[in-house]
């Protein structure tokens, strides 16, 4: 079984940071890129930042700048250090993983449960 573990959300004043983190756990041969999504109230989930395993990253043009999105391929986890907060970062945040298990030689899409940003203005 494999699972995506965010931690680190919480509320924060505008203006101030966060950073989350998520590991990776269970039967994981190899994992492409990783993602963190946000879905905020009333808002259709969308894509924050994306990390490709080499390193290579992207960012959604609300979130430049402001979020900086790292992983440790050994240690199977990814964060997302979130500065400058702005109350329309509200959201609950997941963690979004493609990768292959032991048990198979097809990539699959893995989320996390989320984890909640309240950013107080």
């Known amino acids: 079984q494999v699972q995506l573990v965010e931690s680190g959300g919480g509320l924060v004043q505008a203006g101030g940071s966060l950073r989350l983190s998520c590991a990776a756990s269970?039967?994981?041969?190899?994992?492409?890129?990783m993602n963190w999504y946000r879905q905020g109230p009333g808002k259709e989930r969308e894509l924050v930042a994306r990390i490709s395993s080499g390193g290579g990253t992207n960012y959604a043009d609300s979130v430049k700048g402001r979020f900086t999105i790292s992983r440790d391929n050994a240690k199977k986890t990814m964060t997302l250090q979130m500065n400058s907060l702005k109350p329309e970062d509200t959201a609950v945040y997941y963690c979004?993983?493609?990768?292959?298990?032991?048990?198979?030689?097809?990539?699959?899409?893995?989320w996390g449960q989320g984890t909640q940003v309240i950013v107080s203005s």
């Open positions: 269970g039967n994981i041969f190899s994992i492409n890129v």
């Open positions: 979004h993983a493609v990768l292959r298990t032991t048990a198979s030689m097809d990539f699959f899409n893995y």
